[in-house]
């Protein structure tokens, strides 16, 4: 049983560019939830997905991100319009349902030149 | 403001000594409370969690933490450290209950020495 997949684990981007940021669930997990964790930081939650559906965004910066979880495919955290600040480790988790636990994937480490 | 707080940054210890990780919350009441280790360039791994009942609770790796109610506590103990523990810890809350949102704490980087 594969666990939770990012993909790319590397991204370069230069200012004003757009990141795209795509996530694998678990098998049989229908939640994502994707965090940030800044250099010397601990995690912060940006957004819970379930299947086409946004439940809590309230850690999302109110411009530049969005975030889908599609019916089918992975989900994709996007950033347009990329800054230095956006420079950071973005992980994804999943879970089966509501309140189970999480399991995390390897991240993908974005950098903004 | 509700908080999750990890007093120790960096904490080195020698190969087969005890160890212990602080961390403490502060939310009026008890959250679902998580230990996760991060190896240098991995993603997090879940190492145990509390949610109820027995406050001593047994991990993955020879880990355990216990809760205290009246310190707001949940540290992290292992009785002997092998140096393939060195890696980074959070502790993690979930103050909903609902395992939707975990706030974390900054982390403590565990050195082990030979």
């Known amino acids: 049983n594969a666990g939770v997949m990012q993909n790319p684990r590397h991204l370069v981007r230069r200012r004003g560019q757009e990141a795209r940021l795509r996530c694998s669930p678990m098998?049989?997990?229908?939640?994502v939830y994707w965090y940030r964790q800044l250099p010397e930081e601990g995690l912060k939650f940006m957004v819970y997905?379930?299947?086409?559906?946004?439940?809590?965004e309230s850690g999302m910066p109110k411009e530049r991100f969005s975030a889908e979880f599609p019916k089918e495919g992975p989900s994709i955290l996007r950033i347009q319009q990329v800054v230095r600040g956006d420079s950071a480790a973005y992980f994804c988790?999943?879970?089966?349902?509501?309140?189970?636990?999480?399991?995390f994937g390897p991240g993908t480490r974005l950098t903004v030149l | 403001a509700q908080s999750v707080t990890q007093p120790d940054i960096h904490i080195t210890v020698s190969e087969g000594a005890s160890l212990e990780l602080r961390c403490n919350y502060s939310?009026?009441?008890?959250?679902?409370l998580f230990w996760y280790v991060q190896s240098p360039g991995q993603g997090l791994q879940l190492l145990l969690k509390?949610?109820?009942?027995?406050?001593l609770v047994q991990g993955i790796k020879g880990f355990e933490a216990e809760f205290k109610r009246s310190q707001s506590s949940f540290n992290l103990r292992k009785p002997s450290v092998h140096w393939s523990d060195a890696a980074e810890y959070f502790c993690?809350?979930?103050?909903?209950?609902?395992?939707?949102?975990?706030?974390f704490g900054t982390g403590t980087r565990l050195q082990v020495t030979l």
């Open positions: 988790a999943s879970s089966p349902s509501p309140g189970d636990t999480q399991y």
């Open positions: 098998k049989g997990h229908s939640h």
């Open positions: 997905l379930q299947k086409e559906n946004i439940i809590d």
């Open positions: 939310y009026g009441a008890t959250p679902y």
């Open positions: 509390y949610f109820s009942g027995d406050t």
């Open positions: 993690a809350v979930d103050p909903t209950g609902t395992a939707s949102k975990l706030t």
